[in-house]
């Protein structure tokens, strides 16, 4: 089984900061990852596939970077409505079982 | 495109639980359903899909026994069956079309349902 972890698990921080997330598998997984967005109260929103393909819509600020087992998302400059919880989600393995990390909260 | 969910269900520890997801927009049958639920203040949790076009179905191992996938094409519509339900089943369950990546076996979910509130309580 591939086990998935993000960190932190949450952080605080101003708007117009930086913000990086960090999402680690622990079997290569290649760039089969993706980062969505959750609010409370809705369903994920897709933010980022194929580890760095923005989904069309999403603003420019999101980026995100990495390969096999090491992956980043950054908010290059925070803004309010950022304020929620995004997971990383892994497609590489079949049949798929635990493919969403754990969830980093981010609050402004 | 949309996926539509039925409504809230509330039920007793033992009992079945039968969510349906109502697909429109395009072609129900090009793209597998998985299901995900989300227990209250925790990750998402991932359960199985299922190919609306032939009918097969993968699980999770957690659920392996107790979920059961079915679709009806004619309607464009997804259900996921969970059995024996206990307290620790109580979360929202989401439906998601599983589109792949361009040239590749990779999927990501852009479209969700709005999600099911699944409580099971005495």
């Known amino acids: 089984d591939i086990q998935m972890t993000q960190s932190p698990s949450s952080l605080s921080a101003s708007v117009g900061d930086r913000v990086t997330i960090t999402c680690r598998t622990s079997r290569n997984i290649y760039n089969f990852l993706n980062w969505y967005q959750q609010k409370p109260g809705k369903a994920p929103k897709l933010l980022i596939y194929a580890a760095s393909t923005l989904q069309s819509g999403v603003p420019s600020r999101f980026s995100g970077s990495g390969s096999g087992t090491d992956f980043t998302l950054t908010i290059s400059s925070l803004q309010p409505d950022d304020s929620a919880t995004y997971f990383c989600?892994?497609?590489?393995?079949?049949?798929?079982?635990?493919?969403f990390g754990p969830g980093t909260t981010v609050d402004i | 495109v949309q996926l539509v969910q039925s409504g809230a269900e509330v039920k007793k520890p033992g009992a079945s639980v039968k969510v349906s997801c109502k697909a429109s927009g395009y072609s129900f049958t090009g793209d597998f359903i998985h299901w995900v639920r989300q227990a209250p203040g925790q990750g998402l949790e991932w359960m199985g899909w299922i190919n609306p076009d032939r009918g097969d179905t993968n699980y999770g191992q957690k659920f392996q026994g107790r979920v059961t996938l079915t679709k009806d094409t004619s309607i464009s519509t997804a259900y996921m069956e969970l059995s024996r339900l206990t307290s620790d089943d109580t979360a929202v369950y989401f439906c998601a079309r599983a589109e792949f990546y361009s040239g590749s076996s990779g999927y990501y979910y852009h479209y969700w349902g709005q999600g099911t509130q699944v409580t099971v309580s005495s």
């Open positions: 989600q892994e497609s590489y393995f079949s049949p798929p079982d635990d493919i």
